[in-house]
Structures are given as structure tokens and as C-alpha cells.
């Protein structure tokens, strides 16, 4: 009788890679879908038997569940010598990733041979090619737009003498408005009053609280001031304001 001894060369590789599903806005960020597509190759030359754990975390490193597509992750796979299969998961974007910038994800599949010993393997994200075959984690990136909008605007409240001048009462209105994509934090607004002199005038805007404002969101200030007779001899008063906030980066917005 004569054997030959086939020995067991168990061997596995996975890459992973991201497309985005936009949801017709053709701007990524919330509300878009990103699908990861992970590949786990045999590259040995016995029957696997595999699963893949999956970790999603955003750039900040906080880990996230994903959105859907995981049931299947779990469950062991018979994948034979060069052969492959394809696992689908998907992350629905929200504000918070927008806020971190993105998403990373790395998955690890495990196989167990036939005599019982195990093989694993990090995914790469396959940007060098087929042949890549390291494991570099999977980086989709979101570009950060943050930026406010300020919009004022003054009412007259008057005294009913038929002219604009002392003891009447400016009312004046702002908006601040966040026209970017991340949320801005500890938004402050800084107002100057001035008459036609040049002359810092003072107006109470001690009810104006920091507050944090979420891309699309309007914030809205109030505040007045009694025209003086020194206002009213001047000819004019002056008013500007200026928001400021905290971007997710710590950059400070204008």
C-alpha cells in the first residue's frame, strides 16, 4: 500500500471596498448610503468553513453599528480552494459621521479547515489592485464644508410723533443660519453699536445664549436699543454682528 500524504495548507484573503449610493443630491454626506463589499478569497488548498466579523467606526474612532446587510456575516461559508465569496453591508450616513468626516471599517474572516485549525485575515481595501494584499482599513472620507450665514435686519417702533429720533425704539433681528454640512458648536454672536460719530453705543444682548447649530438650522436673536438724543443728533446709527462657532475639526468659523 502506498499513501501520500496531502499536507493541509489552509489560506485566506479578503479585500474590501466602498461605493457610494447617493441619494439624488449629488453632494455626499447625510442621508446617503454607503455599500461595503467585502471578498474572501481560499487561497489555500483545503475547504473553509468562514466568518467574517465586521467593525465600523467613524474617523473620530467611535464604533458604529452598521445600518444593514450583517445576518449573513455570522453564518459559517463553505468556500473551496480558489474560489471566493461576497458579503454586501451597508451604513446609512447620518449627521454624526458627517461630523467625523467619515467612516473606517475593517472586516476579519475566519475560516476553519478540515483537521480543525483556524486561518484569518484583516481586509485591505484593495486600492493597489487584486494583488493587494495588506491590511489597510477601509477609509471613506467626507469633505467638511462648515460656515455660517448672517442675516440682519432693523424695525422702526415709533413714537408716534411722525419722525425717526430720540426715545424711539430699533428693533433689530438676526438670523444665523448654517449654510455648511457639519454642525457648528458654541456659536456667539458679537454686536457693535455705533452712532453716526463713530460712538460705541451699548445695547443689551445679555439674553443671547451660546447655542450649537445643525447644518439647514436657523437660530434667531433679538435685541433693541432707545435712540438717544446724542444718537439722534449724530444721524445715524450703525449696527453689525458677527457669528462665531466651533467646526468639528476645532477650526474656528466666521
Known amino acids: 500500500e502506498v499513501q501520500t500524504t ?26 446617503d448610503v454607503v455599500q461595503y463589499t467585502i471578498e474572501v478569497k481560499n487561497t489555500g488548498n483545503v475547504t473553509l468553513e468562514v466568518t467574517v466579523e465586521d467593525v465600523l467606526k467613524d474617523n473620530n474612532g467611535v464604533e458604529i453599528p452598521l445600518t444593514s446587510g450583517t445576518g449573513k456575516l455570522s453564518i459559517p461559508s463553505s468556500i473551496d480552494p480558489g474560489t471566493s465569496d461576497t458579503y454586501t453591508v451597508y451604513q446609512l450616513i447620518n449627521q454624526a459621521i458627517v461630523d467625523a468626516g467619515g467612516l473606517t471599517n475593517t472586516a476579519t474572516a475566519t475560516g476553519v479547515a478540515p483537521d480543525g485549525s483556524t486561518v484569518s485575515d484583516i481586509s485591505d481595501d484593495g486600492d493597489k489592485g487584486p494583488t493587494d494584499t495588506g491590511d489597510d482599513p477601509t477609509i471613506t472620507t467626507i469633505a467638511q464644508d462648515p460656515k455660517l450665514t448672517v442675516i440682519k435686519t432693523a424695525t422702526i417702533v415709533g413714537d408716534d410723533d411722525g419722525f425717526v429720533g430720540a426715545t424711539d425704539v430699533i428693533e433689530y433681528t438676526i438670523r444665523v443660519t448654517n449654510t455648511g454640512n457639519v454642525t457648528i458648536k458654541g456659536v456667539v454672536l458679537t454686536d457693535t453699536l455705533t452712532d453716526g460719530n463713530g460712538d460705541i453705543l451699548n445695547i443689551d444682548t445679555s439674553a443671547w445664549l451660546v447655542r450649537d447649530i445643525s447644518p439647514g438650522q436657523t437660530e434667531i436673536y433679538t435685541a433693541i436699543y432707545v435712540i438717544g438724543q446724542t444718537s439722534a443728533d449724530s444721524g445715524r446709527v450703525s449696527n453689525t454682528v458677527t457669528a462665531t462657532g466651533t467646526a468639528p475639526d476645532g477650526s474656528m468659523v466666521f
Not at 10 to 15: H, K, L, M, W
Open 6 to 31: 496531502i499536507a493541509s495548507a489552509p489560506g485566506i484573503e479578503v479585500i474590501k471596498t466602498a461605493t457610494i449610493n447617493d441619494n439624488g443630491d449629488a453632494d455626499f454626506g447625510v442621508g
